[in-house]
């Protein structure tokens, strides 16, 4: 598995994750929970469908 | 008078105003100790100030442009980014070479991933230049700012500069390099803008030098005399008349029309290409049901293709009825409801 800083726009796309793979996201401090949970919903819904 | 490909149609006249080249390093310089700290900071300021002025160019747009130029400020801010470049430059390497390698590392790791991954290195690259430019105090590369309308010059346009062009702000356009299929000359035909691409001598063209692009002629003339403006003005003005009056739905000439075949739908949905196979069973699953169909009855098109390619959508070039068509129907062709 490799990590990248979520913060860092280019080192997140350098991750190369494709359709279909599994994405493990971690944060931590104040309103950790819910961050992680809002990017999680973000990324399980297809971002490329109209809205 | 310059002579290339003229693209698209009509004319228009307006002052030329260059985009920049990309910067040229010079060979790589060892920094000496006590430039170290002020290199740093010029680098990291360099970066913020690029990002800067596109989030501020992102707040006047809407749309594609604005989210280009917002994604790029958020790459050309990323902490990331300027560490690995401060790092380099404590190493003892030069600024210009500490952005260009701290770029290049992120552009090959995006090359590495492949497909549309390895498609955002213009992006980089684009980023890379112009913070090198900001760096060294020379011209920004990319699309000029000029706050008023103008005919974009270039040796080409690159795809990030196409999708930012305003088109209440660009005229025409001008390059030095392309043919009838480039990028510039699909952008000009969508823009309904007049186009001169592949005009070999394009380069000479001062900033704020009027030209007058005429598509149909393939010519860019400089320095146009009033009345020659007037007169192209005056015959661009009757062409959009002219094509002002043809309305109504288009038709071919024998009324049989099949719509666009819109393959890429096979490529939605999924991570990898589909094989040869495939795509020759589905084309040909379509194809048969138009057997027969080519010389009498109304056509049917095929609008749209389930991202999942369990079921299409027709619709009837005679009497535009759509329905949706299982799959599982495919050998029986479409319902015969309106043929």
Not at chain 2, 63 to 92: F, Q
Not at chain 2, 113 to 130: N, S
Not at chain 2, 143 to 150: K, T
Not at chain 2, 170 to 189: D, F, Q, Y
Request: with cysteine; glycine share 10%; aromatic share 4%.
């Amino acid at each position: 598995m490799r990590g990248s800083p979520a913060r860092s726009l280019p080192s997140v796309l350098t991750l190369g994750a494709k359709h279909g793979e599994s994405l493990v996201l971690a944060a931590e401090g104040e309103g950790a929970r819910a961050a992680v949970e809002e990017l999680a919903a973000l990324v399980a819904r297809d971002l490329d469908a109209q809205e | 008078m310059l002579t290339g490909i003229g693209i698209g149609a009509g004319n228009a006249a307006g002052p030329a105003a260059r985009l920049a080249p990309a910067p040229v390093l010079s060979a790589p310089r060892t920094l000496a100790s006590a430039e170290v700290p002020g290199e740093a900071a010029a680098v990291r300021a360099a970066l913020r100030e690029v990002a800067t002025d596109l989030a501020e160019r992102a707040a006047t747009v809407t749309g594609a442009a604005a989210e280009v130029l917002s994604a790029n400020a958020m790459t050309a801010a990323d902490p990331a980014l300027a560490d690995r470049a401060a790092a380099l430059v404590l190493d003892g390497t030069d600024g210009a070479h500490a952005l260009t390698g701290a770029f290049g590392e992120f552009r090959a790791a995006l090359v590495a991933a492949g497909g549309y991954f390895a498609e955002r290195v213009a992006d980089l690259d684009d980023l890379r230049d112009r913070s090198v430019a900001r760096l060294l105090g020379l011209p920004m590369p990319g699309l000029p700012v000029p706050g008023h309308p103008y005919v974009p010059v270039a040796e080409d346009l690159a795809p990030a500069d196409t999708a930012l062009l305003d088109p209440g702000e660009v005229l025409a356009l001008v390059t030095e390099r392309g043919g009838p299929t480039s990028h510039t000359s699909i952008l000009a035909k969508a823009l309904r803008l007049p186009a001169g691409v592949g005009c070999a001598d394009a380069g000479a063209l001062a900033d704020g030098r009027t030209v007058l692009v005429d598509a149909a002629a393939g010519t860019v003339a400089t320095d146009p005399t009033p009345q020659a403006v007037t007169a192209a003005a005056e015959r661009e003005r009757l062409r959009r008349e002219r094509a002002g009056r043809a309305h109504g739905p288009g038709r071919t000439a024998d009324g049989e029309g099949v719509g666009l075949f819109r393959t890429e739908f096979l490529y939605l949905d999924r991570a990898e290409a589909p094989s040869v196979a495939e795509q020759t069973d589905a084309y040909r699953t379509v194809f048969a049901a138009f057997a027969g169909r080519w010389g009498g009855g109304h056509a049917h098109a095929v609008s749209a293709w389930g991202a999942t390619m369990t079921w299409w959508t027709w619709t009837c070039a005679g009497c535009a009825t759509s329905w949706p068509w299982p799959k599982s129907a495919a050998s029986s062709g479409p319902p015969a409801a309106c043929t």
